[in-house]
């Protein structure tokens, strides 16, 4: 059974729409018990990680999502928000917020950006991917997905890194540790080749690596 987290801050419907293209129909919840139960995991998310972050503590989402996710390696894809809740901690609003901390690292502001990169970056970016990510099947190593976000994961360290893209510098496109898999873009707005990533994460089984 796949489950899509509905806490209150996803990007749900477009998600959903997407995964109904794919002929997938999820279950929908914000249920610890129904989290119990899951095959595979779509933490969606949009806006910042603080109310983020206190919904999930206040269903008790944050443990049961660690029990799946740590406890019995169930495969959980982040989208945008859900990618950055997975990290240590994050400094949207100037204060540190703690993460679910399943990948070490920060969110912090985008940086290095030239004047004619602005902030909140929109819009289309090619994403480079590491060989071996398993989101990455079918896909050519670079592939342009969309994106809109002020903040991004800087991983502690390189390894958990799965995919990068360039905004004056670059940055993170995707992380990845055991059964968690994540994207700072969002697929479900990405055309085929949105499609075709979560086509992947639904047919991935679980862990591997990526190659060094």
Same mark, same amino acid.
């Given at each position: 059974? /796949? ?7 996803? #990007?749900?419907?477009? %998600?959903? #729409?997407?995964?109904d293209e794919l002929g997938e /129909? ?12 899951? @095959? ?16 999930? =503590?206040? =269903?008790?989402?944050?443990? +049961? !999502? /660690? ?11 982040g989208i945008c928000l859900g ?9 949207? *609003? &100037? @204060?540190?917020?703690? *993460?679910? &901390? ?24 090619? %994403? ?28 502690? #360290? ?10 004056? +510098?670059?940055? /993170? ?8 898999? +994540? ?14 990533l979560l086509e992947n994460f !639904?047919?991935?089984? &679980? ?6």
């Amino acid at each position: 059974m /796949t489950l899509v987290i509905d806490y209150g801050a996803g #990007n749900m419907r477009s %998600v959903l #729409n997407a995964l109904d293209e794919l002929g997938e /129909t999820p279950a929908v919840s914000d249920d610890p018990a129904v989290v119990a139960k899951a @095959e595979r995991i779509i933490l969606p998310g949009v806006g910042a990680m603080k109310p983020a972050m206190a919904r999930l =503590r206040a =269903r008790g989402l944050d443990r +049961a !999502l /660690t029990e799946a996710v740590r406890g019995r390696d169930v495969p959980i894809l982040g989208i945008c928000l859900g990618m950055q809740m997975m990290c240590s901690v994050g400094y949207e *609003g &100037g @204060e540190p917020v703690a *993460g679910l &901390g399943w990948i070490e690292g920060d969110v912090v502001m985008l940086e290095g950006a030239p004047p004619q990169r602005r902030v909140p970056h929109f819009g289309w970016s090619e %994403v480079q991917w590491k060989a071996g990510c398993p989101l990455s099947n079918k896909l050519r190593s670079t592939s342009a997905f969309y994106f809109c976000h002020s903040y991004h994961a800087v991983a502690k #360290n390189p390894e958990d890194v799965a995919a990068t893209m360039e905004f004056g +510098a670059p940055h /993170t496109a995707a992380l990845w540790n055991g059964s968690a898999i +994540a994207v700072q873009f969002h697929p479900e707005r990405s055309g085929k080749s949105g499609l075709q990533l979560l086509e992947n994460f !639904l047919d991935w089984d &679980g862990v591997s690596r990526i190659a060094a």
